[in-house]
């Protein structure tokens, strides 16, 4: 009897594990880089501090230094995990 308690004590917590990671991974920031508005060029940091020509861009993956498929706008990007829904930016 010991070992049934044991292993439905084991789904329990994994299950509970999933739920943590469910609703900490829809809440955590998506990727961001600082490009060039226009070009979509990764830029250094600094450029996207107050006064610089760079903005933030969320998402989106890397080819060749351009950046593309993610948003300038920070909520317009999918956050990743489990039950998250997708939306696209551009």
Known sequence: MATRRLR????????????????TSCGSEPDRRCVDPVSRDKLPS?????GGS?????GG???????SGGSFDKS????????CSRTGGG
Do not use: F, P, Q, W
Not at 8 to 23: K, N, R
Not at 54 to 58: D, F, N, T, V
Not at 76 to 83: I, M, T
């Open 61 to 67: 993956s890397d080819k060749n230094g351009r950046y």
């Open 46 to 50: 600094y450029e996207c501090r107050s």
């Open 54 to 58: 760079g903005s933030y861009y969320y």
């Open 76 to 83: 317009a990007v999918d956050r990743g995990g489990l039950g």
């Open 8 to 23: 439905s004590s084991t789904v329990v917590l994994g299950g509970m594990g999933m739920l943590a990671l469910t609703i």
